[in-house]
């Protein structure tokens, strides 16, 4: 089985690529190292089953050979990579997923779509069922990104009913691990810099908004059962552990001191103003995932203090 994966050097995606390796597959990596590091990458670039490929997806795409897989994870994923890349977010959900589709059409090869949460928007419905069809504002600062993967899951249908390919959509919930970036501006990095700095974990509002945080051995194991399942139609993927975002604060500072990090000692969890880049954050999130349990027998299994605690170690070995 060959693969290709956009935006394999990026969180997600290097994940991907290792599970993929993992079983049997040939994956090609395609990244342009916007937002993706070859870091992430490094300890495949000695292997003959995966090839690194520089590349802006939202170009014309060229594999030579046959593909059985294409999955499209190029994307900037955090609010600070789409406020600082409104643009780019916007061309690769838009463009990139169009050339994706081509190549998976080209080669005859199964796609599947990184897609996120963030189609749901601030949800007006809880927990978050697929059918339901979101409530986005498309002028809003992150309209760029939630309108980026609404569209990209349109074309994907598109792709799917006109055509025939054979398509998959993953909605990604909130997902956490080794190789996130400190600074992607994503709450649990901060709260992790921050006590690794010694400082105060800030968390904007009145702390009371809520996310499902999945570990993302968990998540990438949902993403392959998808992968390799018959099902068409958008598939929650997430953990539905609902914790608000001061507890889960409160919960990495209490780890952090716990494992002896000094710097965290005298430091405390603040509310601080919510900043006019984040008016349309989601006030609540948690995926229903009856779909992934009954169609694809998924569930996660890392409990997030486990989760957090390999977070942290990941973070602390790093600095």
Not at 198 to 206: M, S
Request: proline share 5%; charged share 20%; aromatic share 10%.
């Amino acid at each position: 089985m060959r693969s290709v994966v956009t935006g394999g050097a990026g969180f997600l995606g290097s994940h991907l690529c290792d599970y993929l390796l993992a079983q049997g597959h040939e994956v090609i990596c395609i990244d342009n190292l916007v937002t993706g590091n070859t870091d992430n990458i490094a300890h495949l670039l000695g292997n003959e089953m995966f090839t690194f490929v520089k590349h802006d997806v939202t170009n014309y795409i060229y594999i030579q050979g046959q593909v059985n897989f294409v999955l499209h994870f190029a994307s900037p994923a955090s609010p600070v990579d789409y406020l600082r890349l409104p643009i780019p977010t916007l061309k690769v959900g838009s463009l990139g997923t169009h050339k994706a589709l081509g190549l998976a059409k080209q080669k005859q090869a199964r796609f599947l779509l990184a897609s996120t949460s963030e189609v749901y928007g601030d949800p007006l419905v809880h927990p978050q069922r697929e059918d339901y069809w979101g409530n986005v504002n498309p002028i809003g600062y992150r309209g760029v990104y939630d309108e980026a993967k609404r569209f990209a899951e349109a074309m994907t249908m598109a792709y799917h009913r006109y055509h025939n390919l054979d398509t998959r959509i993953v909605r990604i919930f909130n997902t956490y691990g080794p190789r996130m970036r400190l600074d992607d501006g994503r709450a649990l990095p901060n709260f992790i810099s921050q006590a690794l700095r010694g400082e105060d974990l800030t968390v904007y509002g009145n702390g009371n908004q809520t996310r499902s945080f999945c570990y993302v051995s968990d998540l990438i194991r949902g993403i392959y059962l998808l992968l390799m399942s018959g099902e068409v139609l958008p598939v929650n993927i997430g953990n539905p552990d609902e914790v608000t975002v001061f507890e889960a604060a409160r919960e990495v500072l209490q780890l952090a001191q716990e494992k002896g990090i000094a710097n965290s000692k005298q430091s405390k969890v603040n509310l601080v103003p919510m900043p006019k880049e984040n008016a349309d954050d989601p006030k609540v999130r948690k995926p229903d995932i009856t779909r992934a349990r009954t169609i694809l027998g998924w569930e996660p299994e890392v409990p997030r203090s486990e989760g957090f605690s390999r977070t942290i170690d990941f973070f602390m070995h790093k600095a």
